[in-house]
């Protein structure tokens, strides 16, 4: 079977590779800084971004991500490190709200098919951090799966199982435990070749362990959760690996906060934009204003105080939440040169760019 194959890569991105003449498609396996580790039809060698990619990527999340499919100047690595010249449009992406950089994003996986949510059953729990972790996945175009981790330490499994399924109907629940295989091998039922499968969540849940557990062998480093139950971070750098029966999944660091900028709040709050749309008005703000179904609803005591105000906070910060991609640019660039004349700035930094290009 062709090695690029193995790795994921679908007809859709072979026939794309055909508008780069004398470029190789490849796909992004790790990345450590500013090099790569990209697999090719030959095997795996590394890689870094041309000069000219360098010079007119205006974002972080332009960048090659981990799970990306790129062209590359070559194959093998008999003549040194291949360089990436361009990166193939996603069909899907899991990101978040860059640390420390104002006004970007950072991409976690790249081209997933499947979201795996990973919350384990100590004080890992939390219903508004898994609401937060479904509306990320729900926009990223992978399909969201719960996995629950270390449910040896759960005392009561179903009473779990329904509160999620009360927050998130229609999405598939699996608890896994490391002291039984059987229950880490539900996850082989997802995972085949031409699937690629991303494992998220925060720090010390035990998603390493996991995929040791789903590939049969210790290739991932584990570490213990220290004394206060809180995890420690042992996966340092996004990598993509090879399932030996097919499939691919990337594990991804721990992240101790999940900022997101876009969000599918329809997917993961269904209920409340059920009720939303039942209000007297559209553009119903649902604070106070008279013939609010959700206020009802709250005051009824059929939907919970809790999770409206996780939604209001995620709306909130999710700025972009159901705007086109069009709109959402359109805001990223006014946010960026807003304090320096606004659309105006941007309209000539996207001419200097395009220039640059010629």
């Known amino acids: 079977m062709n090695n690029l194959i193995k790795h994921g890569a679908s007809e859709r991105f072979f026939a794309e590779a055909t508008l780069y003449a004398d470029l190789y498609l490849a796909r992004v396996v790790s990345q450590y800084k500013d090099l790569y580790k990209i697999a090719t039809e030959q095997g795996e060698l590394f890689a870094e971004v041309s000069g000219k990619f360098r010079h007119e990527c205006a974002h972080l999340s332009a960048y090659p991500a981990v799970g990306d499919f790129v062209m590359a100047d070559r194959t093998s690595n008999d003549s040194g490190n291949a360089v990436i010249h361009h990166v193939l449009r996603r069909k899907s992406v899991f990101e978040r709200t860059a640390v420390g950089i104002k006004n970007e994003t950072q991409i976690i996986a790249a081209n997933i098919d499947i979201a795996f949510i990973c919350m384990s059953l100590n004080c890992d729990y939390n219903l508004s951090r898994l609401e937060r972790y479904l509306s990320a996945a729900w926009s990223s175009g992978a399909i969201p799966v719960v996995v629950l981790t270390k449910s040896d330490l759960c005392r009561d499994l179903s009473a779990v199982f329904a509160e999620i399924s009360a927050i998130a ?99 993961s709050f269904a209920d409340i934009h059920t009720l939303a749309a039942q209000c007297r008005f559209s553009n119903c703000t649902h604070t106070g204003e008279p013939g609010c179904a959700v206020q009802e609803a709250l005051q009824a005591g059929t939907l919970d105080k809790r999770r409206f105000e996780n939604y209001m906070k995620l709306k909130q910060e999710a700025k972009y939440d159901g705007l086109s991609s069009k709109q959402i640019e359109i805001e990223k660039l006014n946010a960026m040169f807003g304090s320096v004349g606004g659309m105006k700035k941007a309209k000539d930094f996207i001419k200097k760019q395009k220039n640059n290009r010629k």
């Open 169 to 267: 109907p229609g999405t598939e629940i699996i608890a896994t435990s490391s002291c039984n295989q059987a229950s880490c091998d539900q996850l082989l039922s997802y995972l085949k070749t031409g699937i690629t499968a991303s494992f998220i969540g925060s720090s010390g849940v035990g998603k390493s362990t996991l995929i040791n557990r789903i590939i049969g062998e210790d290739l991932l480093t584990t570490s213990a959760v220290r004394q206060d139950d809180k995890g420690r971070h042992t996966t340092t750098h996004r990598q993509l690996l090879l399932l030996p029966k097919g499939g691919v999944v990337i594990d991804t660091p721990g992240m101790r906060q999940l900022g997101i900028e876009s969000a599918d709040l329809s997917s």
